[in-house]
T-cell receptor, first 119, second 113 residues
């Protein structure tokens, strides 16, 4: 199946700093990527839909200015957590659909996830 | 809107026991249905999927059948192993490029020897 890679897998930062997480589609081009957030022992919450060449679409309650999403190319989307605080500590996961092959089976491919810890 | 409801855990089973994790969904269209698994400290892995009514997805001894009449996609395994201990997420997705996956809350399974 298609491969999506996230980097870094783990990051620890000080409160007030910004952290960038990269999501790459390695063997396909993704016009759309999705960013999810997972709190400990909870489900995945959709944060935003990242669209190549245009602004991301954020879900209700997600702060656009805190979670900056950029989708500058067909293989890369980035999530920047600005002025991070301890409550931003979480597991962030990106996913994408592989549009090649013509038929959409609905499957999304996930990155490995990035665990952010803000001290 | 679309939603997924799955049984709450945690579920604790002895090795070789039979597993069922219930999942029901609400959808306006005809979505694809998925089970994802998350092992401790890791990301999500697709376990199995079904794209239309009466399809049966299967993988690693796990099975789930897309039941349109009951809007269900229950996960089953005949004989669980300790290595199956993980969190299992039921999910659905409508067709279309910009539609995300909608997840259930997840069910934590612990299998003891």
């Amino acid at each position: 199946g298609a491969v999506v890679s996230q980097h870094p897998s783990r990051v620890i930062c000080k409160s007030g700093t910004s952290v960038k997480i990269e999501c790459r589609s390695l063997d396909f081009q993704a016009t759309t990527m999705f960013w999810y957030r997972q709190f400990p022992k909870q489900s995945l919450m959709l944060m935003a839909t990242s669209n190549e060449g245009s602004k991301a679409t954020y879900e209700q309650g997600v702060e656009k200015d805190k979670f900056l999403i950029n989708h500058a190319s067909l293989t890369l989307s980035t999530l920047t957590v600005t002025s991070a605080h301890p409550e931003d500590s979480s597991f962030y996961i990106c996913s994408a659909r592989d549009p090649s092959g013509g038929t959409d089976t609905g499957e999304l491919f996930f990155g490995e996830g990035s665990r952010l810890t803000v001290l | 809107g679309n939603s997924v409801t799955q049984m709450e855990g945690p579920v604790t089973l002895s090795e070789e026991a039979f597993l069922t994790i219930n999942c029901t969904y609400t959808a306006t269209g005809y979505p694809s249905l998925f089970w994802y698994v998350q092992y401790p400290g890791e990301g999500l892995q697709l376990l199995l999927k079904a794209t239309k009514a009466d399809d049966k997805g299967s993988n690693k001894g796990f099975e789930a059948t897309y039941r349109k009449e009951t809007t269900s996609f229950h996960l089953e395994k005949g004989s669980v192993q300790v290595s199956d201990s993980a969190v299992y997420f039921c999910a659905l997705r409508d067709f279309g490029g910009n539609t995300p996956l909608v997840f259930g809350k997840g069910t934590r399974l612990s299998v003891i020897a």
